[in-house]
């Protein structure tokens, strides 16, 4: 089983519509958890980190649930420029540094 | 401004050569992180190094090696070990806090190099 799964899409989402997805991670002891968001052939950047009361920052939210092991992503009124694969990210303490890892990803597609 | 730049963009090798990967950082980063992604699949640890002159192994360094011999340098080699070495290379830091993993902190990329074995 992979340690961060991802629902791989597309989701194709009209313009101003709201999306969501989750993520589902398998080591119960994961400290830190993110969001990045990945251009078509560019690098992975930052989106939001993701804190255990839920966190939002303007048109995303994010939301942690531990007990079952998933974060989630929603974005509201969506445009054209969220076209974009978001991974998720999370970090376990299993040695001093803390290795992360990486979902596959969850393409959205936001359409006119 | 301040980043990571990685060279070459792109990068094509025939089998049976070694290639060098390059990856700067002016961010007075102390750890630095090299990835490999394919297709489909999220991406995997090859190297970490959180100071100079010390660096670890990730999950598939098979048929790579590195170096830190500076702060602001984290080269990578493809060996011709490295079997299917076809991949987009993510070169990574982060701040790296005294007493706190790495991990705790956001990871700045540089644009990647893909490389092609011809």
């Known amino acids: 089983r992979k340690e961060v799964e991802q629902d791989p899409g597309p989701f194709n989402v009209p313009e101003g519509a709201t999306v969501a997805f989750n993520c589902t991670y398998s080591n119960s002891a994961s400290q830190s958890f993110f969001w990045y968001r990945q251009d078509c052939r560019k690098e992975p950047k930052l989106l939001m980190s993701v804190y255990s009361s839920g966190n939002e920052d303007g048109r995303f939210t994010a939301q942690l649930n531990r007990a079952s092991q998933y974060i989630s992503l929603l974005i509201r009124d969506s445009k054209l420029s969220d076209s974009a694969t978001y991974l998720c990210?999370?970090?376990?303490?299993?040695?001093?540094?803390?290795?992360?890892?990486f979902g596959a990803g969850t393409q959205v597609v936001v359409t006119p | 401004d301040g980043g990571i730049t990685q060279s070459p963009k792109y990068l094509f090798r025939k089998e049976g050569q070694n290639v060098t990967l390059s990856c700067e950082q002016n961010l007075n980063h102390d750890a630095m992180y090299w990835y490999r992604q394919d297709p489909g699949q999220g991406l995997r640890l090859i190297y970490y190094?959180?100071?100079?002159?010390?660096?670890q192994k990730g999950d598939i360094a098979e048929g790579y090696s590195v170096s830190r011999e500076k702060k602001e340098s984290f080269p990578l080699t493809v060996t011709s070990a490295q079997k299917n070495p076809t991949a987009f290379y993510l070169c990574?830091?982060?701040?790296?806090?005294?007493?706190?993993?790495?991990?705790?902190?956001?990871?700045?990329f540089g644009p990647g190099t893909r490389l092609t074995v011809l």
């Open positions: 990574a830091s982060t701040v790296g806090l005294a007493g706190q993993p790495s991990s705790y902190n956001e990871q700045f």
């Open positions: 190094s959180q100071i100079v002159n010390d660096f």
């Open positions: 990210v999370v970090s376990s303490p299993t040695d001093s540094w803390g290795k992360l890892q």
